[in-house]
T-cell receptor, first 111, second 116 residues
Framework: SQQGEEDPQALSIQEGENATMNCSYK?????LQWYRQNSGRGLVHLIL?????REKHSGRLRVTLDTSKKSSSLLITASRAADTASYFC???????????FGQGTRLTINP | GAGVSQTPSNKVTEKGKYVELRCDPI?????LYWYRQSLGQGPEFLIY????????DSGLPNDRFFAVRPEGSVSTLKIQRTERGDSAVYLC??????????????FGSGTRLTVV
């Protein structure tokens, strides 16, 4: 079963613009992670935010977490064509010891 | 090796046949995970190993699916009497995760299984 739901399912923007993807989840979590997947194969870990953190940065990535609303957002600033990929949020629920992934957002950056 | 290695990268098999998918995790990663991903969907959890033991196999869809990790390193996912619905990309990931410490997963490139 999928714990997280990403919104939107697909996003298409122009190179240089910012891209924002949202994730909502259902149960209490230890942490939330974001992954990128190119061409339907291996996923790449982008960032991990713990339940007691509200915001985290890594390069052009900014992740926020609101545990009261059970939601997270991933912001990619100054997008590039190479950012075109699917982005997944994954939650590590309390007591679960495994990640549960959402359906993903397909991001397309147009040159 | 430097990353998680999965073999084969592609496997085509006939309905009813037995298949084995192999995962070679990053050296020293005690946690190993198997996921299955269908087109347009997110990865679906199958099974999690901590060392040699299966700590959580709640995602295995039925008793045709089985996985082992006998020496706490390489893992094999075994599927008996394959069905067309088993067609998917099977992903393996490893992590340094242990109780009280959490890290991101490193995924392999997956095995694309096609049952015809």
């Amino acid at each position: 079963s999928q714990q997280g739901e990403e919104d939107p399912q697909a996003l298409s923007i122009q190179e240089g613009e910012n891209a924002t993807m949202n994730c909502s989840y259902k149960t209490s979590i230890n942490n939330l992670q974001w992954y990128r997947q190119n061409s339907g194969r291996g996923l790449v870990h982008l960032i991990l935010i713990r339940s007691n953190e509200r915001e985290k940065h890594s390069g052009r990535l900014r992740v926020t977490l609101d545990t009261s609303k059970k939601s997270s957002s991933l912001l990619i600033t100054a997008s590039r064509a190479a950012d075109t990929a699917s982005y997944f949020c994954a939650t590590d629920a309390v007591g679960a010891q495994k990640l549960v992934f959402g359906q993903g957002t397909r991001l397309t950056i147009n040159p | 090796g430097a990353g998680v290695s999965q073999t084969p990268s592609n496997k085509v098999t006939e309905k009813g046949k037995y298949v084995e998918l192999r995962c070679d995790p990053i050296s020293g990663h005690t946690a190993l995970y198997w996921y299955r991903q269908s087109l347009g969907q997110g990865p679906e959890f199958l099974i999690y190993f901590q060392g040699t033991g299966a700590a959580d196999d709640s995602g295995l869809p039925n008793d045709r699916f089985f996985a082992v990790r006998p020496e706490g390193s390489v893992s094999t996912l075994k599927i008996q009497r394959t069905e067309r619905g088993d067609s998917a990309v099977y992903l393996c990931a490893s992590s340094l995760n242990r109780r009280g410490q959490v890290y991101g997963y490193t995924f392999g490139s997956g095995t694309r299984l096609t049952v015809v």
